[in-house]
C-alpha cells in the first residue's frame, strides 16, 4: 500500500510539502500541489481525513442544520451548499432540527460541539443565544440563512419589502380586487417569514387606497394548500378576486391548477404572482419573484470559509440582504374590461 512518503517521491517533493499540498494547509505552489495531487492519483493514495484533523486541528468539515429536507426552498439551499463544499475540498454533515427541544439541545449541546465540524451554517432556523455563544466559544464560524440572528452574519430576502413589491405591481396592473394566499398564522416558521409577507401586502394596499380590498386566506405553503385555498377562494363570482398574491410559489401553482379546474383563465380572468423563482414557475407561466436559494447556500460557504481563513474577535456580524429579481411570465396581466373601466371611472 502507498504511503505519503511514496507520493512524495514520485512527485519529486518532500514528505512535508506533499502533506500540506494533500490535506490543504499551508502554502504550496500551485506546480508542485498538481504534481502531488497527480502522484497521489497514480498511486491511489487516499489522505485519511482522520489523520488530517488530528495534524491541523480541522476536519474539514462543515455541519448544516435545517428544520427539513423535502421542501423547494430548503433542498435548492442545500444543494447549494454541497457544490460549493465539495468545490472547497470540504464535507457536509446534515442535521434535521424537529420540534422536540430535547433533540434540539443535544444537536448542539453535543454533536455540533465535538470536533466533528469545523464550522455551522443553519438554514431557516433562529439560534438561540446560548446557541450562538456555545459555538462561538469554540471557535466555529457560524452563518445563518433566512433571517436574522443576533450574533452571527445572515443572508435573507427581506421578506416585507418582497411582499409590498408583489403587490404594488398587481396594483400598477390596475386590480383593486386583490387576495393574499399566504402562510398559517398559526404554524409560524422562524423568523415569522409568513407575518411579514402578510404585512408587506397590507402596507402597500393601505398606501394605494386599497385598504378596504384587503383579503387574506391562510393556507400551506405547499401545492396542495395553494390548490385548496384557491379552489374555495374562487368557488363564487360574485366574490372572486382578479389577483391573487400568494405567500410562494408553490402555493401560486396551486392557485393556477385550481382556477383552471374551474374553468378561470389566468391571466385574462385572473392574475396570479408568486415568489421564490421555482424550478416549475416556467411551465406554469408563472410570474415570480426570483430569490435564488442555491446562490444563497453558496454565498453561506463563501463567508464560513472566509471567516475560518481570517478569524477576528472583533468581526462585526453582517446582515446580507439577498437581492430579488422579477420574472415577469403568463400570469398576470391587466383585470378584466369591467374593473379596468371602473378603475378608470374612480381616477
Known sequence: MSGIADVARLAGVSKSTASRALSGSGYVSDAARERVVQAAADLGFVVSSNAASLVTGQTRNVGVVIPAFDRWFFA??????????????????????????????????????????????????????????????????????????DGISTLSIDDLAAAKFMTEHMVSLGHTRIMHLGGD????????????????????????????????????????GGYRGALAALADPGSRPT?????CDEVAIGAIVAARQLGI???????????????????????????????????????????????????????????????????????????????????
Do not use: C
Not at 389577483?243 to 405567500?247: E, K, L
Open 185 to 224: 398564522e398559526d404554524e409560524q416558521a422562524d423568523f415569522h417569514v409568513q407575518d411579514l409577507r402578510l404585512k408587506g401586502v397590507r402596507e402597500a394596499l393601505a398606501e394605494a387606497g386599497l385598504a378596504h380590498a384587503d383579503d387574506f386566506r391562510k393556507v400551506p405553503y405547499t401545492v396542495d
Open 76 to 149: 435548492e439551499v442545500l444543494e447549494g451548499i454541497e457544490d460549493a463544499l465539495i468545490t472547497a475540498g470540504y464535507d457536509l454533515t446534515l442535521y434535521r432540527l424537529s420540534s422536540d427541544p430535547q433533540r434540539r439541545r443535544r444537536i448542539f449541546d453535543y454533536f455540533l460541539v465535538r470536533k466533528r465540524v469545523d464550522a455551522v451554517i443553519a438554514v431557516g432556523i433562529s439560534l438561540s443565544r446560548h446557541e450562538v455563544d456555545l459555538l462561538h466559544s469554540l471557535g466555529k464560524p457560524i452563518i445563518g440563512i433566512g433571517g436574522e440572528i
Open 243 to 247: 389577483a391573487i398574491i400568494a405567500g
Open 265 to 347: 383563465h389566468v391571466p385574462t380572468q385572473l392574475s396570479v404572482i408568486g415568489l421564490d423563482g421555482h424550478h416549475l414557475a416556467p411551465m406554469f407561466g408563472l410570474t415570480t419573484l426570483e430569490q435564488f436559494p442555491s446562490r444563497q447556500g453558496a454565498r453561506a460557504v463563501e463567508l464560513i470559509l472566509d471567516e475560518r481563513a481570517h478569524p477576528s474577535a472583533d468581526a462585526t456580524p453582517q446582515r446580507i440582504v439577498v437581492p430579488v429579481t422579477l420574472a415577469v411570465r403568463s400570469s398576470t396581466t391587466a383585470p378584466p374590461s369591467d374593473d379596468a373601466a371602473a378603475v378608470a371611472g374612480a381616477a
